[in-house]
């Protein structure tokens, strides 16, 4: 049962074009959501995140979108530049008291950022 | 520490063996996590440990699998009779007790079964 979906396992764009990845859930009471980045032999690396009580979260260069009623978000990169090139997982949290705290991650997707 | 420290970064074994896996958290992280990364897969959840309570071991794939924590600080993660689908990144991760839920990783221990 994979509750957290990244179908797109691969992208590839130009550089300074806009990026943009997408994730969808099954679980409708997640309700913290983030986006790690990921190099070879390194371990993920947190990007950005968003509370489900926002609908937007911006820092820098790459913005996330929920989309509650859909259960979709998105990651835009904008512009995108060669050092993004890496996979990006999304995953998805049950936040507060009582909870684990633990982390569904997606399969991840390939970003390929073209000079 | 400054970060999440895991050892060995490599390990190859032979089908059969056990093998142990080192996560030391970054320090006044009370909660730890164990993860793993099959090859083209995404992380699936394995254990989570927090303070003195029992850990969450729901993602544990066999009862080969086991870890503890010591002390509320360094993690083992113990596979017994290795078998050659236990091939995959482990990756360990910790965060504070309160706070977000971002989990802060360590650079993973690749585990090769021959």
């Known amino acids: 049962d994979q509750q957290v979906k990244q179908n797109s396992p691969s992208l590839s764009v130009q550089e300074g074009r806009i990026s943009i990845l997408n994730c969808d859930y099954t679980?409708?009471?997640?309700?913290?959501f983030l986006w790690y980045k990921k190099y070879p032999a390194e371990g993920p690396t947190f990007l950005i995140s968003?509370?489900?009580?926002?609908d937007k979260n911006e820092d820098g260069r790459f913005t996330v979108f929920l989309n509650k009623s859909a259960k979709h978000l998105s990651l835009h990169i904008v512009p995108s530049q060669p050092g993004d090139s890496a996979v990006y997982f999304c995953?998805?949290?049950?936040?507060?008291?009582?909870?684990?705290?633990?982390?569904?991650f997606g399969q991840g997707t390939t970003l390929q950022v073209k000079p | 520490g400054a970060g999440v420290s895991q050892s060995p970064s490599n390990k190859v074994t032979e089908k059969g063996k056990d093998v142990e896996l080192r996560c030391d958290p970054i320090?006044?992280?009370?909660?730890l996590y164990w993860y793993r990364q099959s090859l083209g897969q995404g992380l699936e959840f394995l254990i989570y440990?927090?303070?003195?309570?029992?850990?969450?071991k729901s993602g544990l794939p066999s009862d080969r699998f086991s870890a503890e924590r010591t002390g509320g600080s360094v993690s083992t993660l113990t596979i017994q009779r290795t078998q050659q689908e236990d091939s995959a990144v482990y990756l360990c991760a910790s965060r504070p007790a309160s706070g977000a839920n971002v989990l802060t990783f360590g650079a993973g221990s690749r585990l090769t079964v021959l």
């Open positions: 995953a998805a949290s049950l936040h507060g008291s009582g909870n684990t705290g633990k982390l569904i």
């Open positions: 320090s006044g992280h009370t909660a």
């Open positions: 679980n409708s009471m997640f309700d913290y």
């Open positions: 440990f927090q303070g003195n309570s029992a850990p969450d």
């Open positions: 968003i509370s489900s009580i926002k």
